[in-house]
Nanobody, 128 residues
Framework: QVQLVESGGDSVQAGGSLRLSCAAS????????????MAWFRQAPGKEREGVAA???????SYAESVKGRFTIYKGNAPNTLYLQMRDLKPEDTAVYYC??????????????????WGQGTQVTVSS
């Protein structure tokens, strides 16, 4: 098992910035971080969960079109930390943001069905 804990959600005005954090811990050493893919998803009320950004173990990122140029996904110095830097936030970015992980051996995807470890979510609210 891999446990994921998000933090950093807040209420901001449009145009503002936020950084979300995700701390991962594993229950068994057989879960190696060398093949892990981590991602951020979000879900707004009444909408399906959508992929925002993903990053593989080599640091290669992938972004949804709606956030390209505004959001940056990156890993911390420790192998089990993940961040999402969000800039120029818009009201449509309002959602619960989830950290997710899967051992996909380099397969980078924003399909939620491919991820089997999820955090509890952190709320981001952007007001106009």
């Amino acid at each position: 098992q891999v446990q994921l804990v998000e933090s950093g959600g807040d209420s901001v005005q449009a145009g503002g910035s936020l950084r979300l954090s995700c701390a991962a811990s594993r229950s068994s050493p057989r879960y190696t971080y060398s093949t892990i893919v981590m991602a951020w998803f979000r879900q707004a009320p009444g909408k399906e969960r959508e992929g925002v950004a993903a990053i593989d173990s080599d640091g290669r990122p992938s972004y949804a079109e709606s956030v390209k140029g505004r959001f940056t996904i990156y890993k911390g110095n420790a192998p089990n930390t993940l961040y999402l830097q969000m800039r120029d936030l818009k009201p449509e970015d309002t959602a619960v943001y989830y950290c997710a992980a899967a051992f996909l051996n380099g397969f980078l995807t924003l399909n939620a069905n491919s991820y089997n470890f999820w955090g509890q979510g952190t709320q981001v609210t952007v007001s106009s």
